[in-house]
């Protein structure tokens, strides 16, 4: 049963105090989180970690494919996301209707009837009444063709229940959320001062909460995961904390993989043999962006440079995910980046070996990224798999990380639940792109990843 907490201050004095946690009461309190998903002889153990301060390390060789861990979410919410189906239940996480399906409490979370009274709903509804929240139906009723209002979600306010539901968890669980590692980064600040604004009373002034719920936006933003749930055949993204899973360090071609079980539920798996004493180590990036996307993306989200070996590698193990075409006259050659180290490489052509600018090639890559995701985002599975064979080819490499990607968003729209038929000739270029994917995962060597196994359909 959740504990019932009446007052800010009351969840200020909830929560764990900030402290150093020792890697021993850091181990007790996984093993506490796991309960009985830990195994009793596991494979894994903490120690201290080269890469990152602390990380997950093999107890024993680890073979291809094994399972090393599982674990729940400590605490989930709805991701908020833009261009999301706000109107889902933030507790069951079923899609609602498109009329009437905020809490008839006035917390202004969308709720099932079902929820609306259920225990795991009532503090965070009890505070966002409390807090006030500016409800947006009325301010919004031109929306509505009859003039009356209409339920309106605002994701500010709906992307902050997570960090509130943080401070209902047990004393145990407050605990190891307070040892994990919070960057403090000026924008989540920003992200919590928006998000107060979508309240009357939102307590800005009562510094010992503020300062819990910095640290907690901050936990949440350096270690929570976008993981995919599905109920009723409706599929929502949750974002959830599964803090052993975040412990693991990263490398671009990790030799482990994790995926998700109805956004509850990580699965961790050896994507390639692991010796005793190694360190396990997962990707914080899409394992098929180019070396200089995943560095940008590391850099600004994460605030650290990947040194691994695939990103002193230009050609990322003859992949060549980040390659354009040569804009000299006359030449079809792949221009790739010279340098590793730096975030404005010069790039040099492979056949005439010319060397252009980065900003020259960064507006290049720039236009074939916004030309495909835009085509993603409108075009028919048809029309994509026509633009990827017949135009594509004008501006932009086969083995370029963008194209990659759009075959993929093929893939996947063509082998969800509920794809209309398509023709022979059709699932035959899905056929084509699953195995140029697979061939760069295995040049690569990213073994037995998820995204081998999801295109495969080994996984949903």
């Known amino acids: ?86 109107n889902t239940c933030v507790c069951c996480h079923r ?53 009356e209002p209409v339920d309106v979600v605002n994701p500010l306010s709906l992307r902050i229940l997570t960090a509130v539901r943080v401070f209902y968890l047990s004393k145990e669980q407050r605990a190891l959320v307070d040892a994990m590692q919070a960057n403090a980064e000026r924008g989540y600040r920003q992200e919590i001062i928006k998000a107060a604004q979508c309240f009357r009373k939102f307590p800005t002034t009562d510094k010992p909460f503020m300062d819990q719920l910095f640290r907690v936006v901050g936990v949440l933003n350096t270690n929570a995961f976008e993981a995919p749930c599905r109920v009723d055949g409706h599929e929502s993204l949750l974002r ?62 994460k605030y650290f440079v990947c040194n691994c070996d695939r990103c002193n590698d230009n050609s990322e193990n003859g992949t060549y995910l980040s390659a354009l075409f040569c804009r000299e006259q006359g030449c079809k050659g792949l221009v790739i980046p010279v340098q590793t180290k730096t975030l404005q490489p010069d790039w040099r052509c492979l056949s005439c070996e010319n060397v252009f600018p980065h900003a020259k090639m960064a507006r290049y890559q720039d236009f074939a990224l916004n030309t495909i995701n835009n085509r993603i985002n409108t075009c028919s599975v048809r029309d994509m798999i026509h633009f990827i064979n017949e135009l594509c080819p004008r501006f932009c490499p086969p083995s370029n990380y963008v194209l990659i990607e759009a075959k993929l968003n093929v893939i996947w729209r063509m082998t969800r639940i509920g794809a209309e038929e398509y023709t022979p000739e059709e699932l035959a270029h899905k056929d084509r792109y699953r195995e140029e994917i697979l061939a760069i995962l295995h040049k690569l060597g990213a073994g037995e990843c998820t995204l081998k196994k999801l295109i495969n359909e080994e996984i949903q």
Not at 121 to 137: G, I, M, T, V, Y
Not at 268 to 295: C, F, H, M, Q
Request: net charge neutral.
């Open 240 to 301: 959830g904390l599964f803090p052993l899973t975040a412990i693991m360090n990263h490398e671009c071609t990790p030799n482990a993989s994790h995926y998700f079980e109805n956004g509850r539920l990580a699965v961790v798996r050896a994507a390639r043999d692991i010796p005793k004493g190694g360190e396990i180590t997962t990707t914080y990036t899409k394992i098929l962006w180019s070396n200089l996307t995943r560095g940008i993306f590391l850099k600004m989200t």
């Open 1 to 86: 049963m959740v504990e019932r907490i009446n007052t800010t201050a009351a969840m200020v004095a909830h929560m764990a105090p900030s402290r150093s946690t020792t890697p021993d009461q850091l181990a007790r309190l996984i093993d506490v989180h796991l309960g009985e998903l830990r195994e009793e002889l596991p494979n894994w153990m903490l120690a201290p970690s080269p890469v990152a301060g602390r990380g997950v390390f093999a107890t024993r060789d680890i073979a291809a494919g094994e399972l090393i861990f599982r674990e729940r979410a400590l605490v989930v919410g709805p991701t908020a996301r833009k261009g999301s189906q706000l």
């Open 95 to 147: 899609l609602l209707g498109a009329k009437q399906f905020l809490c008839p409490h006035r917390c202004t979370l969308p709720v099932c009837g079902e929820c609306a009274d259920s225990e795991a709903h009532h503090n965070e509804c009890a505070h966002f009444q409390r807090w006030q929240p500016k409800d947006l139906s009325e301010e919004c009723k031109e929306l509505s063709p009859t003039g």
